[in-house]
């Protein structure tokens, strides 16, 4: 996983919207998809995955922008309203109904973004081939079972947002 610190701040370019993650994120992306090679203009986009309630907008507001995503399902991108740039985004169809509960973090956005460096490269069967990965580095050519990849402590705080999901599914139809 990342760097120990539990509080990373970041930003976009402009400095109108600050924000803060309050604890180290479930897990940190780097993803080669062509999606997100576009989306991003870059040949990757590195996100870390971490719970909506556990990242505080400090100052500024965000605009949502709703964009497809391979699936079909939209992908929410939350965007500063006046340089533009993207912060974090939403898989709304996303694991198991918890999508919008947890935000892919931009990492470029962090003050510090070395210290969230990625645990998993995913769809690297359409990554770049100049892009060169280290030795060591966990690959995986498409995604990945959850179960089998984050660390037990991410396991348990995406329980969590499941059961919650469960829970307030159970209220609606009563």
Known sequence: MSDQTDVHEGGCACGYVRYRMESQPLIVHCCHCSWCQRQSGSTFAVNALIEA???????????????????????????????????WSYYLAMFGGIGNLVRFIRVGTLDDPGKVPPD????????????????????????????????????????????????????STA
Request: proline content about 8%.
């Open 53 to 87: 309630d556990r990242v505080t907008l400090r100052e500024g507001d965000v605009v949502d922008v709703d964009v497809p995503s391979p699936s079909g399902a939209k992908q929410r991108i939350s965007r500063c309203p006046n340089c533009q740039v993207a912060v």
């Open 120 to 171: 998993i490269h995913i769809y690297t069967s359409s990554k770049q081939p100049w892009v060169v990965l280290p030795p060591g580095t966990l690959v995986e050519k498409e995604y990945y079972v959850t179960k089998d990849v984050w660390p037990k402590e991410s396991l348990e705080r995406r329980a969590v947002l499941l059961n919650a999901v469960q829970e307030a599914a159970t209220n």
